[in-house]
């Protein structure tokens, strides 16, 4: 028996055939710059080295690469600190690098999605530094969120609202001549100051840097913070729990986030990505309830929106059915893709997180004394990335999670560079952006060519260099490259036809059905025979298309999933 979870689309809403909306069923690879290739020996990964590397990309299968920032920065929040939206940071290349990588990608036939930072800026773009400088009432601080402090002598700050990094979402300016002035808004670190969206010259700006980089050849913006540019008006106080915490119920996010205004900027933008030729889109971080999803996005809205409830739930039948039907509805409902996500750079690599019990609650990054399972983290790792890959919508991967990379927790405290860490001690998230290893018997694993690596690799990374994996049958590596040809083959990406839940399966084992392919996930901790599938075939006939473990006749091993075309 089997339950159809999720309706295809409207048919107004879905491309014809053969219509080049890529975006709708892409596999997409996150490209962290800083960790992927150093191509100059400095320890850092640079544009050249992304671009050295493209090949492998292509050998992969994915059909685009998502860089997280490369621009102007004094890195105080890994490049999410922009001081200049229109350039290359000298650390990773130049402009001419840029135009060169977005070339060579697309004579590969990959789409190239780039890092928009629209909710702050760095401390140090001029624009700031003007508004440093003009003093209050100015309209050069009008461009970023300044207001006067409370208290007898505006020592206070301007409300309740904490940091995303902790500590107050307020810092007190000196003024010109000397004297302590107005305070500026930061949601995220002191070096972050927030854009006042209420102010057209920010809007305009930022149309500006739409057209920059899509004049240059970008296929798309991923949105950084997309649910927090707008505050509400009057900058209120927020509600505050007995603690004195800020009071967030379940569910819901900071007063400061989620505010209405947001959606009329990707009403603004659609229109310019519109305008260009080739299909250009945009997809957005935006940490929101579920319900309001649909809002953020439509065909006058964004194209995409992360599916954040995938990455969080935890292993198990109930939770990850949950966490695919609910997603497809939304989606649906407004006649678009969703998204699907297990890691990226700042959360815990799924590798490790699955290697806790279901439930476990982790911290802000990965602490030293907290020891995982690697081997059943990377058993369900691998069983997880089969079930998101045959899912309708777009794939994202992020880099390393094909060599089934830890989360590195090792690291000295003097080399972290989170600001969550620095501000607040926590382990921060550098232990998931640790340089990647390419080969197994070269200094840095192959990073950088001079040995040099800005944060250390731990042993473990030498048995899952991309080389030691290339070729091997049921390495990581090899089970994404042929799992990602299957789900192109076989269509399992695109939304004309709907996710069918297996029902009455034995306790443990989610089964869906894509098409042609049976798909089965064993989250249970022994292995499981293989059901009658769908009008009552047996499966134990079916052909094995991929498995993320090796398979056993008729039977199916505990943590794994497998792939099974009907015969």
Known sequence: MTTTTSSPAPATAQPEAGAPEWWRDAVVYQVYPRSFADADGDGMGDLPGVTSRLPYLRELGVDALWLSPFYTSPQRDGGYDVADYCDVDPRFGSLADADELIASAHAMGLKVIVDIVPNHSSSEHELFQQALAAG????????YVFADGRGEHGELPPNNWTSIFHGEAWTRVTEADGTPGQWYLHIFDTSQPDWNWQNPRVHALFRDVLRFWLDRGAD?????????????????????????????????????????????????????LDSYEGERMMVLEAWIPEHRLPLYIGPEEAHQSFNFGFLQATWGVETMRAAIEKPLALADAVGAPTTWVLSNHDVIRH?????????YRFGEGLGREETPDAALGLARARAATLLMLSLPGAAYLYQGEELGLPEVAEIPDALREDPAHLRAGVPGRDGCRVPLPWRADAPAYGFSPTGESWLPQPEEFGALAADAQEGVTGSTLEMYRAAIALRREHGLG???????????LPEGLLGLVRGEVVV?????????????????LDL???EVLVGSAEPVPGRLPADAAVWLRRR
Do not use: C
């Open 136 to 143: 209050p009432g100015s309209p050069e601080r009008d461009m």
């Open 220 to 272: 798309g913006f991923r949105v950084d913070v997309a649910h927090g540019m707008v505050k509400p008006e009057g900058l209120p106080d927020a509600a505050v729990n007995a603690e004195g915490l800020l009071d967030i119920p379940e569910g819901e996010v900071p007063i400061y986030f989620d505010n209405d205004g947001v959606l009329e900027i990707y009403r603004e933008w659609r229109p310019i």
């Open 351 to 359: 590798a490790t997180r699955y290697g806790f019990p279901p439930g």
């Open 494 to 504: 695109r939304s004309d036809a709907p996710v069918e839940f297996l029902e009455d």
């Open 520 to 536: 089965l996930v064993n989250t249970s901790e022994q292995e499981l025979p293989l059901p009658a599938g769908p009008d009552g």
């Open 540 to 542: 134990a006939d079916a």
